[in-house]
T-cell receptor, first 116, second 110 residues
Framework: DAGVTQSPTHLIKTRGQQVTLRCSPK?????VSWYQQALGQGPQFIFQ???????QRGNFPDRFSGHQFPNYSSELNVNALLLGDSALYLC???????????????FGSGTRLTVV | DAKTTQPPSMDCAEGRAANLPCNHS???????VYWYRQIHSQGPQYIIH?????ETNEMASLIITEDRKSSTLILPHATLRDTAVYYC???????????WGAGTKLIIKP
């Protein structure tokens, strides 16, 4: 049973560029959440997608946008990259949006984004 | 901001029980306590959760105080592979996001 798959695993971008990160949820899951994790800190919630709509959003600027496809996979797009966007970006999948209260969220291994 | 307070680091000898404390003094009646861990360079892994009763699964036990203001995660027989950052999170079921603190870095020593 495949878990959450994220691509690419590592990425280097130049300040001002745009980036797209991809996530395939765990089989059977229909909801995808995105988190940003700076070095030495806990993850911070960016947003959650369910039924192809953004259902909840954290405190991130509009430069961060996303999309969910009919097959439940998701993309995270970041425009006009800043040096401070360098972080590990984590995708978490769950069932029926709430993160099944019995099993929690399943996380991928993340995409390490470096902005230079 | 995170609603939990954890010690920044702890050591434990291999084979011993690791007891990780968490304070959540402002927890609401409908908020669950979740524990996740993150091994270096990997995504967080769900461990266990509870509302007010003590819980046990194949990975760990969760002890929640009667007033629900604190909890303890117990790894009964710690191994070197349990070295990780452990996060305690409180969350109401209707809120989809997890709000993370800095966690406890647990180091298991041989």
């Amino acid at each position: 049973d495949a878990g959450v798959t994220q691509s690419p695993t590592h990425l280097i971008k130049t300040r001002g560029q745009q980036v797209t990160l991809r996530c395939s949820p765990k089989s059977g899951h229909d909801t995808v959440s995105w988190y940003q994790q700076a070095l030495g800190q806990g993850p911070q919630f960016i947003f959650q997608y369910y039924e192809e709509e953004e259902r909840q959003r954290g405190n991130f600027p509009d430069r961060f946008s996303g999309h969910q496809f009919p097959n439940y996979s998701s993309e995270l797009n970041v425009n006009a990259l800043l040096l401070g966007d360098s972080a590990l970006y984590l995708c978490a999948s769950s069932l029926a949006g709430g993160g099944s209260i019995n099993y929690g969220y399943t996380f991928g291994s993340g995409t390490r984004l470096t902005v230079v | 901001d995170a609603k939990t307070t954890q010690p920044p680091s702890m050591d434990c000898a291999e084979g011993r029980a690791a007891n990780l404390p968490c304070n959540h003094s402002t927890i609401s009646g409908n908020e669950y306590v979740y524990w996740y861990r993150q091994i270096h360079s990997q995504g967080p892994q769900y461990i266990i959760h509870g509302l007010k009763n003590n819980e046990t699964n194949e990975m760990a036990s969760l002890i929640i105080t009667e007033d629900r203001k604190s909890s303890t995660l117990i790894l009964p027989h710690a191994t070197l592979r349990d070295t990780a950052v452990y996060y305690c999170i409180v969350r109401v079921n209707s809120n989809y996001q997890l709000i993370w603190g800095a966690g406890t870095k647990l180091i298991i020593k041989p």
